[in-house]
């Protein structure tokens, strides 16, 4: 999975006494989920199961390092043959497939073939041993990019089925499946009649109504750096989400280069431009973790450029010579203007 900067602070925020946490660890990561339950009367015990059983269930239909997963099985079928999934499945690679469209290909779930080929995949999970890292030939390279292409992943809307046109390509959808998580986590803490809460999971956000002091959840947005954790700014969440993807804290370095988990599937190569991290919000957190890697992939100006034609709330950070740029669109500062703290006194 992809290096997530956003930081839950919601966790400090609530009443004492007011407010319930639920935590656990999940599909390769943690999860927090923090609601305002006054009169105790959701069963927590009952409620963590279920959001257990949710996870698990989109786990082994969505998990890349899972053998027996329902997208594992497709990646180990043959080309040219229609291949029955899950809905939620068909639903995120269709989804996938519009923003690609959008994105000129920079969100693309068939990358997977470039990016063990980089050794950021799930067999190593980005950590092989820094010392024995070694950049792919450029032959290398180029074999890996005819498995990868988006316009090469076929599905079908009359039934849940996909299809792959070339043999080895691969499907992930770790780019957007944490965001689909947490929505079916919204969905079950509505259906345990809770109406006020925060859903953390890998970094991936969403909040509904308000903290138990009436006031809305805060969440503050890290800034990229490797070896801390300080924030650029606070903004409130009010039934919405929040998702961020970044390259700082997941890389290699080889011959004095640092070269980024986050691969440009263009260019067959890890990212190199100054953006290291953009963080979209949205009315859903499948959208959001949709949105945000493409849109780093594209770097600060193509990325801004794209999100500023559709439509997408998003603030982009950036390394340069004089310290950091942060560069919002139209659609965030609709959202949060006059609502964000900026904590370390950067103006936009």
């Known amino acids: 999975m992809r290096t997530l900067i956003v930081f839950l602070t919601c966790l400090l925020a609530s009443a ?28 927590a015990k009952r ?7 949710v996870l698990d269930e989109i786990d082994r239909a969505m998990s890349t390092y899972r053998d027996d997963s329902e997208i594992n099985r497709f990646n180990r079928a043959p080309a040219g043959e229609w291949f029955t999934v899950s809905t939620p499945v068909r639903k995120l690679v269709a989804l996938s497939h519009e923003i690609s469209k959008e994105t000129g290909g920079a969100q693309d779930v068939t990358v997977g073939p470039l990016v063990r080929l980089w050794h950021f995949g799930p067999a190593e999970g980005g950590k092989k041993a820094a010392g024995s890292f070694r950049p792919p030939s450029e032959e290398q390279i180029r074999a890996a990019r005819k498995k990868v292409g988006y316009e090469k992943l076929d599905f079908r809307l009359d039934r849940d089925a996909l299809r792959k046109q070339v043999e080895g ?7 957007i499946a944490q965001g689909y998580s947490v929505d079916q986590l919204v969905n079950v803490l509505r259906k345990h009649s809770v109406p006020d809460f925060m859903i953390e999971l890998g970094g991936e956000l ?9 006031k809305p959840w805060q969440v503050a947005i890290e800034r990229p750096e490797a070896n801390k954790r300080e924030m650029e700014l606070a903004v409130p969440l009010v039934d919405g989400a929040l998702a961020t993807a970044g ?16 691969i440009d599937p263009s260019s067959g190569r890890p990212i190199e431009h100054t953006l290291v991290s953009v963080t979209v919000a949205a009315e859903s957190c499948t959208l959001a973790d949709g949105w945000d890697t493409p849109l780093v992939v594209l770097g600060p100006e193509r990325g801004a450029e794209c999100a500023e034609k559709n439509g997408i709330a998003a603030i982009f950070i950036s390394h340069g010579e004089n310290g950091d740029a942060v560069k919002v669109t139209s659609a965030w500062k609709r959202r949060f203007d006059g609502k964000q703290a900026d904590i370390r006194g950067l103006r936009n």
């Open 16 to 43: 004492r006494g007011e407010t319930t946490l639920l935590q656990g660890t999940a599909q390769g990561t943690t999860y927090h989920i923090k609601y305002v339950d006054p009169e105790k009367t959701v069963d």
């Open 47 to 53: 409620l963590q199961a279920d959001v257990e059983k």
């Open 169 to 175: 390509m691969e499907v992930d959808l770790s780019s």
């Open 206 to 214: 969403y909040a509904s109504g308000k903290r138990a002091d009436g």
């Open 247 to 262: 390259g700082s804290r997941h890389f290699y370095e080889y011959a004095g280069k640092r070269y980024s988990h986050i």
